[in-house]
């Protein structure tokens, strides 16, 4: 069975996770890219994880993955079982806000900013490539739920002529956004505190947040809900 949009595969690498669900769009899936991008599945509740309708499994946060570790699929989710989780990524990820004209910036929370904030662009996750580099991330999740969850869903940026299309869109200082694989990051992963060296610019505006909406609409194929 091929890779597609909305067929969940076994996955136990990460604890308590029991299933994959994939969700990025079909054309990514079918193309040659490497990982794909969407939501782990547990068989107990936790915070951020939502129930999958008529069934005793939890959706989770989302995941960027290697397609290769994705082999036995467990079954096919038909629409009316990916629609709850299609409109908790619309409110996660304030894709309907900021569709608007203009964009509107979803709300802040009350209290201590402890917690990676939506459109700061931090450095996260271990330095990858060759030579190590470190990765530029924009948070795309609202402020509740990263504060919540004690983390935040992340898009990197690209600077490579070869990123093309609606799911890579061209931000104002030049760079991509890399919508097509929104993945979840730890808090501890993420260099956000006062002392952390920080991201230049460091922060995206309601402009260039909007464009990075659309390129996450595209790349997890929620037209029909914006």
């Keep these: 069975m091929a890779i597609r949009r909305g067929i969940l595969y076994e996955f136990t690498i990460v604890p308590g996770a029991s299933g994959f669900l994939v969700l990025t769009n079909d054309q990514w899936t079918a193309a040659r890219s490497l990982d794909v991008s969407g939501a782990l599945v547990y068989k107990d509740p936790g915070a951020g994880r ?54 509107k910036q979803p709300a802040s929370v009350p209290g201590a900013i402890d917690y990676p904030q939506w459109s700061q662009i931090y450095y996260a996750s271990p330095p990858e490539g060759e030579p190590p580099q470190n990765k530029r991330r924009i948070v795309v999740s609202v402020d509740g739920y990263n504060k919540a969850t004690r983390g935040a869903v992340c898009v990197r940026t690209t600077t490579s002529p070869n990123r093309e299309g609606p799911g890579f869109p061209v931000l104002a200082d030049g760079t991509k956004a890399v919508c097509i694989l929104p993945t979840f990051f730890s808090e501890r992963l993420i260099r956000f505190k006062p002392r952390d060296g920080r991201p230049v610019p460091s922060q995206l505006f309601a402009a260039d947040m909007a464009l990075v909406a659309e390129g996450l609409v595209d790349a997890l194929d929620l037209h029909h809900l914006i």
């Design 50 to 103: 939502l129930r999958i309708p008529d069934t005793d499994a939890f959706a989770g946060e989302l995941l960027q993955i290697p397609k290769d570790r994705l082999v036995t699929p467990l079954a096919q989710l038909d629409a009316d079982h990916l629609l709850p989780i299609e409109e908790s990524l619309c409110d996660l990820l304030a894709l309907r806000e900021l569709h608007r004209s203009p964009p």
